[in-house]
């Protein structure tokens, strides 16, 4: 029977790379696979995964408004499937998840998703939740925070370095980054961040009161 993993990290701990090498993994012994990726701007086509390190392949990208099992059956009509590989897949909806399990028990297709656990606030993405709770298979792929252990969390940081407290969960078309950090690095980060911030608002016409976040650029990156 076909199995849905799940790979989950934080950020910049190879996720791509490893979605690419398995995808090659499976084409090298002359087997079928398919790429999917999730347009954030509602695009269907063809898109690209890229990785840091260099590796690319093309893919198919699909909104959130997509049934992903008729995708894969409308794939099947055109070419065969030995297996599917989502990237970014914390973008996922609930029902999306419930599709992968569908083309993995009525297709027989193995489905390999990759993606995020949690968000800048610490909160689970919907597809993470859902992948995390209906996989049968849940491996954890190893990010490094700056002191050395596991990152399981990630924060964002404007451009002035600033680590982002508030806002939307996907921000499309910001110049904002994301560090991989460790829980306890994140707890550090995020809340002495959303403190300023209230303390900010709190005294805003007593400008000595406003305490910024001193973030050494290039220290966490
Ligand atoms: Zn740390």
């Not at 998840?97 to 569908?102: A, F, K, R, T």
Request: aromatic share 10%.
């Amino acid at each position: 029977m076909a199995k849905l993993y799940f790979y989950y990290s934080s950020m910049n701990a190879g996720k791509s790379t490893s979605l690419l090498q398995s995808s090659y993994n499976y084409q090298e012994r002359g087997m079928d696979t398919l790429i999917l990726a999730p347009s954030l701007d509602n695009r269907y086509g063809l898109e690209k995964v890229t990785s840091r390190i260099g590796l690319e392949a093309a893919a198919l990208s699909f909104s959130t408004s997509d049934n992903l099992l008729n995708v894969i059956r409308q794939q099947l009509e055109g070419q065969s499937l030995h297996c599917v590989l989502v990237d970014e897949a914390q973008f996922l909806t609930r029902d999306q998840v419930y599709q992968l399990g569908e083309v993995c028990d009525l297709l027989n297709i193995p489905v390999l998703a990759y993606g995020l656990r949690t968000d800048f606030q610490g909160e689970p993405f919907e597809g993470s939740k859902y992948l995390l709770s209906w996989a049968d298979d849940v491996t954890e792929i190893k990010a490094i925070c700056y002191c050395g252990r596991k990152a399981t969390m990630v924060v964002r940081v404007d451009e002035g370095g600033n680590t982002v407290t508030q806002g939307m969960q996907v921000h499309i078309g910001g110049n904002d980054t994301y560090v991989s950090l460790c829980r306890k690095h994140f707890k550090t980060r995020f809340y002495d961040a959303q403190k300023t911030i209230s303390l900010a608002s709190d005294k805003e016409d007593d400008k000595k009161a406003k305490v910024s976040v001193d973030v050494p650029k290039g220290a966490f990156g």
